[in-house]
């Protein structure tokens, strides 16, 4: 029941920009918009969030398109390290505990 | 150094043994989570916990049980119920106050059922 849209995968040359797209044509107005990532045998960390502007911290930025529906994570220099499954899930503002619905997300390859 | 720590990294198991898997955070988060994962499958949310000593059922809690005797901890027993055990087992937390309610999730427990 995930409420995102990925590829299945992509891949990226080193040191360039990996741009990782997300649809999420029904997201409800007070819905977020969270990153995740996992590399192999590892537990999911936490990249970025957002609810309706641009986001960026020390390890991404969040392109949110005006009408909400679709997204764009950016890795700005891609480094090898940065190979795993990247997931965009869309959830509900806070309110006690919730779980996190993770889709098949996008195997992101970056290339030396 | 703080976060969420899990224990074992990888844990065999004799078919018809319970088996119990470790979580603790020193992140001072009131919401603990246990999920599942399968072979390129996404996670499935087995037991959750908002407070001490209260917990409720996710979408997969046959063949599990947890405790939340204290703050910091959320052990997940495994049980020779569960059918189907062998899968790598997250936990999470999170905190309910203020605007920080990300969860953040340790490393992992792969548990394989010989």
């Known amino acids: 029941d995930a409420k995102t849209t990925q590829p299945p995968s992509m891949d990226c040359a080193e040191g360039r920009a990996a741009n990782l797209p997300c649809n999420h044509s029904?997201?409800?107005?007070?819905?977020?918009v969270y990153w995740y990532r996992q590399i192999h045998s590892q537990g999911p960390q936490y990249i970025i969030h957002?609810?309706?502007n641009n986001e960026t911290n020390e390890m991404a930025s969040l392109i949110i398109t005006e009408d909400r529906k679709s997204s764009t994570l950016i890795l700005p220099h891609a480094t090898l390290r940065d190979t795993a499954v990247y997931y965009c899930i869309v959830r509900p503002p806070r309110g006690g505990a919730q779980k996190l619905v993770f889709g098949q997300g996008t195997r992101l390859t970056i290339n030396p | 150094d703080g976060g969420i720590t899990q224990s074992p990294k990888y844990l065999f198991r004799k078919e018809g043994q319970n088996v119990t898997l470790s979580c603790e955070q020193n992140?001072?988060?009131?919401?603990m989570y246990w999920y599942r994962q399968d072979p390129g499958q996404g996670l499935r949310l087995i037991y959750y916990s908002q407070i001490v000593n209260d917990f409720q059922k996710g979408d997969i809690a046959e063949g599990y049980s947890v405790s939340r005797e204290k703050k910091e901890s959320f052990p997940l027993t495994v049980t020779s119920a569960q059918k189907n055990p062998t899968a790598f087992y997250l936990c999470?937390?999170?905190?309910?106050?203020?605007?920080?309610?990300?969860?953040?999730f340790g490393p992992g427990t792969r548990l394989t059922v010989l």
């Open positions: 029904t997201i409800s107005g007070n819905e977020y």
């Open positions: 999470a937390s999170s905190s309910l106050a203020g605007s920080g309610d990300t969860q953040y």
């Open positions: 992140l001072n988060h009131d919401a």
């Open positions: 957002g609810l309706k």
